[in-house]
Nanobody, 125 residues
Framework: VQLQASGGGLVQAGGSLRLSCESS????????MAWFRRAPGKEREFVAA????????YYTDSVEGRFILSRDGALNTVSLQMNSLKPEDTAVYYC???????????????????WGQGTQVTVSS
């Protein structure tokens, strides 16, 4: 499996960005795809995840209501629409895919085996 992330950039606070992550090389039905981020000097943290089959989504509290995660089956792509961005959203964002994710581990990076390259998101105040 290969994951290709795109869509990062520089935006002012209150603005929006859309990140995409395309998977290739494996059927991803019923797997979980997720986004994590790592801000400078901080640990990597969970942002959002989606169950490919059910389309159910999960978010960390700090982005709930601002970020929307969706998937496009035809393109094998997940998209993270990020609205009302804040300076504290500044980080390198990573997409990930897990084939054996259980509900209790959705927010854990160790549950995901495949990772894409990071894409920088910078939100200026």
């Amino acid at each position: 499996v290969q994951l290709q992330a795109s869509g990062g950039g520089l935006v002012q606070a209150g603005g929006s960005l859309r990140l995409s992550c395309e998977s290739s090389g494996r059927n991803v039905n019923n797997y979980f795809m997720a986004w994590f981020r790592r801000a400078p000097g901080k640990e990597r943290e969970f942002v959002a995840a989606i169950n490919w089959g059910s389309r159910r989504t999960y978010y960390t509290d700090s982005v709930e209501g601002r970020f929307i995660l969706s998937r496009d089956g035809a393109l094998n792509t997940v998209s993270l629409q990020m609205n009302s961005l804040k300076p504290e959203d500044t980080a390198v964002y990573y997409c990930a895919l897990g084939t054996r994710v259980i509900l209790s581990s959705i927010r854990s990076a160790s549950a995901y085996y495949y990772w894409g390259q990071g894409t920088q998101v910078t939100v200026s105040s």
